[in-house]
């Protein structure tokens, strides 16, 4: 079995302030970590990749990403986890991608993978990236490779014989689904917690190469990925107000109580 | 060449640019801005920049068609019962809002079991929908997204919309992205706001991003369909016109469309659940005052349609059970609106709040540092504001509650 | 005129106030009245007025003590919850940052604050801003001292020497105090810095901002050499600031503190250790003392700790998130790495895998923590055990009130770990006592925590503590090392130090409180204080 992870590397945090001053945003170009629910795909798969071991099976986890060189950091500690490889796509033709040529990029990746270690039984992701929060990727990713697909997956029940079954969130609740191979999952935080790599597990991934590639390397056209193969474009992004003031409720307990009313109900 | 270009002759090397990069993409060398190999052609910088020096430069290839793609769709997803879900009521509506600034029709699309009657039809027209495409079919009986992409995609291609809307329900986000994904169009996901723009007539779409922390306007300049998932509620509900008139017409599945995936078993969702999930949340203090006023604060959480938390003091002294403390000891809670009643704001409680979306704290105490993690401040005193709430909530009836249960997943 | 202000200040204690009259140590208290200053000039306003009434003070801070010297005994709580300003930062020539803060800044928020390198600065001079723009500049600074519970204030931290994991590396936090103001019961005022006052042999002389002469003949008793916060720390030669820290709130009041902060560590990596025999965790702890260049920590958990924590992760909605151990695993050991550079925390990760090794463990039995998430999960882990075990004892309290959590706080030289461990578990089977086990073994360090089933377990608890204190005491140990003395563990110090030696440690407190007014109960039991000066 051969279970693809695409993981994408997402800042620390995700807070955005705003300079009082030249009123522009700031964000602490700083560390960046694997996207927590990605984290949680990857354990999800080294978890499945055990139990088929046991089960005798030959199984293969690899992870992928398309991102900055800097990425592949965070692509050894998947391999220091459990990974059996590692794949970080990065290439100026790839920046500035929204979720169409990201997922044509990661799908040129899958089609790389597939070369070397077979066609991807299952391939999984976070369900959303908590800095584009687009949770598009997964589905978008099926529909490209053909793959059947289960999103927002709380639980794996069971994988094996050409089907894996899932409990996902639907509408109105949650479901068992029985999936086809090739599927795609993607990942709710609840499904798993990503285990911590043990001190052989950071040895052995030390000595590990992380294979980087470019556009050309996997095939892809460039016409379709980075900026050029984005049909949506950002105009503008700003702070929401409400953020960074605190307002105060004044009057009587009766109108505090209107207006919180009016409040609330903007929540919603 | 497509990009990141900086104008050298603007630029004045300040550095905001740096400031508003996320990734390190971006550096300030002698002076002048240079992309780094970091730079993910995002453009924070380029709203940063105070003296316009950085755009981002495209050179993708334009659809040669745009012109033939005319009205606005919006996918009506009825429920496992067979109705209309509310969230399609809203998009419908604010289609119809659209459609009159672009001078175009609404076309709704719904895919119904093969025993289900005009009634969601009836109803999207009452909404402001021009034209009804449907299908009644025992292959839609059962939710399975790979079918409806497979409808949608195949009447957009042969009937080219200019706008595609879905409902941000659980079906919707896998939806729309298939449906984007074979179309090989734009969808921007979660929208907040949706515009026409009076000069091009492109479709504004305004969304959260960092987990709410940033919003960002979107538009698909050159692919069709423009494609927006939107969540529910975040649209008014519209009064039925049921004098509205519209046209029905029946747009079958594909014969040979099979479902590949199988629904085992379906849970429907319970509406308790811990106050870590929870979308609201009451959460209560020693400033209630005693025991007594517990189930006035209950009573308020029933009405918000939240559960209720409290802090540490009150699990110590018995009020609540250890699973209702929120902060650092008890649980990390991240609703998307918290009413703090009563509450100081011990740095162990803060600690387990910071994830809330919006906050509403009540206390007698100006200085609390309830105050400094809260959006709006009451000052005053816990129990009688709470009384007060809780008389103006049920006097609105069920206006404060939150969408139902299917949409809050 | 000052005098209505105090009384403004002063608050009668009811049921309003019920809180303060408890801490962390969950014992319970009384007072009559209660004062929130928030500065010195308040402080020193309350104080002059309960002199003059002579009515005893006990100061608080955040109440997180867990040897009850928060808890008060009658008359007055001074809380000084809201001291919790930022008053001024300096550097000196080597670069070194000193941040002078009230008593009431709490530690959370000082760490928030300098690994954002933004200090609140309302109200600084010149000097002070100018070495904020200097420390905004400079590589993230800490303050080393972390006591498990981190919403403790800095002044109750001071109070009690508190140390923590990291105090391993660091020593406790005596060692990063740099100055202080003590006001006394009269008003007075004590200006400390380290270096300027020292003790002449053990005769100390100081002198107070009002002029007055406070002169002191130091107790003659050696302390243990190991960690250490048991009694008054006195020395030979000793800086008068050490004997202020660790006084557990019975010379004064503490309304400022001179922090000298460090830069914060490059690289820092957890690594928890799963083995099979507690055996091994003592012999790799040794192995690891002397191997190890950068450990900041070695912690340990003991088997019946560890099935706490399974059983409550099993229950609770609040431990759910936790790593689960792995299966098998009979104890854990941790150890932090703090590395100037990732190539130095991997050579001595390699040290720790071959420590493992060679005690018969195994490398890959192993998490970890290299990034915030993981590292996040092994502080939750850690800081999950003493509060399952609480959350035990509560659910027991429920049929037998009379039962609470009984935890020592001891500590031996090094060569004497494998021998006191063998005393606890000899006694613990011998008394037939559920017991669990963690703390900070790499200083010898344990808190053993006798589970009471029954009241009569609870004696039984109680009696084995006595015995340890005395067998550790002839170890060359100390019987608090890290919580201090407060009010429960008095007579222990009298087992540790004897009753000559408490003579002598109430003579130094008569000097500075001649009546008598702080902390009482503290340390020593009231009877020693009378007398008069």
């Not at chain 3, 089977?429 to 790499?442: M, P, R, S, Y």
Request: hydrophobic share 45%; aromatic share 4%.
């Amino acid at each position: 079995m051969h279970i693809v992870v695409c993981v994408k590397a997402v800042p620390a945090s995700t807070e955005v302030k705003m300079d009082p001053v030249t009123n522009t945003i700031v964000r602490d170009g700083g560390a960046s970590v694997v996207n927590p629910f990605d984290a949680t795909a990857l354990e999800v798969a080294l978890s499945l990749a055990e139990e088929r071991r046991r089960a005798g099976e030959q199984c293969r986890v690899s992870v992928l990403s398309m991102g900055i060189p800097a990425t592949e950091a965070l692509l050894r500690d998947c391999l220091a986890r459990g990974a059996d490889g590692a794949l970080l796509l990065s290439d100026r033709a790839f920046a500035g991608a929204d979720t169409l040529a990201t997922t044509y990029a990661l799908s040129c990746g899958i089609a790389h993978l597939a070369k070397q270690w077979g066609e991807p039984d299952l391939v999984l992701c976070g369900k959303m990236a908590v800095d584009g929060d687009t949770a598009q990727i997964g589905p978008e990713l099926a529909a490209t490779l053909g793959a059947t697909c289960a999103t927002d997956v709380r639980e794996v029940l069971t994988c094996g014989a050409g089907a894996v079954a899932v409990r996902a969130a639907v509408d109105g609740g949650t479901a068992a689904l029985e999936l086809p191979l090739p599927a795609v999952l993607t990942l709710a935080r609840e499904a798993a917690q990503l285990r911590m790599p043990s001190i052989a597990g950071v040895r052995a991934a030390a000595e590990m190469p992380v294979e980087v590639l470019g556009a050309a390397a996997v095939g892809a056209d460039t016409a379709r990925t980075g900026l050029a193969g984005s049909p949506t474009q950002v105009v503008r992004s700003f702070v929401p107000e409400s953020q960074h003031e605190s307002v105060a409720v004044d009057g009587t307990p009766a109108e505090q109580a209107l207006r919180l009313v009016e409040i609330i109900e903007g929540v919603a | 060449m497509a990009g990141l270009v900086i104008d050298a002759e603007r630029c004045i090397g300040c550095k905001r640019c740096e400031r508003a990069c996320a990734t390190v993409g971006i550096e300030v060398v002698d002076r002048l801005a240079r992309p780094t190999e970091g730079c993910v052609l995002c453009g924070a910088c380029v709203d940063a920049c105070p003296v316009g020096a950085i755009s981002l430069v495209r050179d993708g290839a334009a659809q040669s068609d745009l012109g033939a793609y005319h009205d606005i769709w919006v996918f009506a997803q009825v429920d496992r019962d067979g109705y209309l879900m509310p969230v399609a009521r809203e998009l419908t509506a604010k289609a119809h809002e659209l459609a009159a600034a672009r001078g175009c029709e609404v076309v709704a699309l719904v895919a119904e079991g093969e025993f289900a009657d005009d009634a969601a039809a009836h109803e999207l027209i009452a909404c402001g929908a021009d034209r009804v495409l449907r299908a009644h079919d025992e292959r839609f009986a059962l939710v399975d997204p790979e079918l409806l992409a497979s409808w949608v995609c195949a009447l957009a291609r042969a009937r080219r919309p200019e706008i595609v809307l879905f409902g941000a329900t659980p079906l919707g986000r896998e939806l729309a992205p298939r449906v984007a994904a074979e179309l090989k169009t734009g969808l921007t996901a979660d929208c907040t706001a949706l515009s026409i723009d009076s000069e091009t007539g492109l479709l504004h779409q305004t969304r959260p991003a960092f987990g709410g922390n940033l919003m960002a306007t979107i538009m698909c300049p050159v692919h069709r369909p423009q494609m927006a998932t939107v969540r529910p509620g975040v649209f008014a509900a519209p009064e039925l016109d049921s004098s509205r008139t519209g046209a029905i017409e029946e747009a079958p599945l594909d014969a040979d469309v099979q479902p590949r995936v199988r629904t085992l078993a379906f849970e429907r969702a319970t509406s308790s659940s811990s106050i870590a999930q929870a979308k609201r949340l009451v959460v209560v203090g020693r400033g209630i005052g005693s025991k007594k006023n517990l189930p006035l604060m209950e009573r308020l959480a029933e009405l918000l349609g939240a559960q209720i938390g409290c802090t540490r003091p009150l699990v110590e002294a018995g009020w609540l059970d250890y699973a209702h403390q929120v902060g650092q000891t008890g649980v990390a809670v991240a609703p998307e609106l918290l009413v703090s009643i009563g509450v100081s704001g011990a740095i162990q409680h803060l600690a387990g709040i910071s994830g809330a979306g919006t906050v509403i704290a009540v206390n007698e105490d100006a200085q609390a540092p309830i105050f400094g993690a809260a959006q709006y401040r009451v000052v005053g005193d816990a129990v009688e504001v709470a009384e007060e709430l809780v008389a103006a909530l049920e006097a609105r009836g069920s206006a404060g509650t939150p969408p139902s249960a299917s949409s809050a997943c | 005129m000052a005098r209505d202000n105090a009384q403004a200040l002063i608050h009668t204690f009811d049921a309003e106030f019920e809180d303060y009259a408890r801490d962390e140590s969950r014992s319970r208290g009384w007072a009559e009245s209660i004062s929130f200053p928030t500065d010195e000039d308040e402080v020193r306003a309350v104080l002059r007025a309960l002199a003059a009434e002579g009515v005893p003070v006990t100061v608080q801070g955040a109440r997180t003590g867990l040897a009850a010297g928060a808890v008060p005994a009658g008359g007055h709580i001074m809380n000084l919850s809201r001291m919790n300003r930022y008053l001024g930062l300096r550097k000196d020539g080597e670069g070194r940052f000193y941040l002078r803060v009230q008593p009431g800044v709490v530690l959370l928020d000082l760490r928030k604050h300098l690994s954002a390198r933004d200090i609140p600065a309302s109200g600084w001079d010149v000097a002070s801003r100018a070495a904020l723009d200097a420390f905004a500049q400079a590589p993230v600074q800490m303050f080393p001292t972390d006591p498990t519970e981190a919403s403790a204030c800095l002044g109750g931290m001071a109070a009690c020497n508190a140390s923590g994991a990291r105090s391993y590396r660091y020593g406790a936090m005596r060692g990063h105090v740099s100055g202080l103001r003590l006001v006394l019961a009269d008003g007075d005022v004590l200006a400390l810095r380290r270096g300027e006052a020292r003790a002449c042999g053990r005769a100390l002389t100081l002198t107070t901002e009002g002029g007055r002469t406070i002169a002191v003949e130091l107790p003659s008793y050696r302390m243990p050499a190991c960690k250490n916060a048991s009694g008054y720390y006195v020395a030979d030669v000793m800086d008068a600031i050490d004997l202020i820290i660790g006084s557990d709130g019975t010379l004064g009041v503490i309304t400022e503190l001179e922090l000298e902060l460090m830069p914060a560590p490059a690289v820092t990596w957890g690594v928890s250790c799963f083995l099979t025999e507690e055996r091994q965790a003592l012999d790799a702890t040794c192995a690891l003392r002397e191997r190890l260049s950068c450990a900041s920590a070695i912690e340990y958990f003991d088997h019946a700790a560890l099935e706490i924590l399974r059983a409550q992760r099993a229950s609770g909605a609040a431990f759910a998130s936790l790593v689960e151990p792995p299966e098998g695993a009979g104890c854990c050991l941790f150890v932090e790495l703090e590395c100037a550079s990732e190539d130095e925390a991997m050579a001595e990760l390699s040290l720790v895998g071959e420590v493992l090794a060679a005690v018969g463990g195994s490398e890959r039995d192993t998490w970890v923590a290299r990034t915030d998430t993981d590292r996040e999960a092994l502080t939750f882990f850690r800081h999950a055990v003493p509060e399952s075990v609480n959350m035990l004892i509560d659910e027991r309290r429920r049929t037998d009130s009379a039962i609470t959590k009984l935890g020592s706080d001891m500590a031996v030289p090094n060569e004497r770990l494998h021998e006191v461990v063998a005393l606890y578990r000899a006694t613990l089977a011998e008394a037939g006592l559920e017991a669990a086990a963690w703390g900070h073994i790499g200083d010898n360090h344990l808190h053993v925590n006798v589970l009471p089933r029954d009241a009569a377990d609870y004696a039984a608890g109680k009696e084995l503590f006595a015995r340890w204190a005395r067998e550790v005491a002839a170890m060359g140990g100390a019987v608090s090392a890290e919580h201090g003395v407060g009010k429960l563990k008095r007579d222990f110090l009298k087992t540790m130090y004897g009753e000559g030696a408490l003579c002598e440690m109430a003579r130094v407190k008569r000097a500075f409180d001649p009546a008598g007014m702080f902390g009482r109960g503290n340390l020593f039991d009231e009877s020693l204080l009378e007398g008069g000066a």
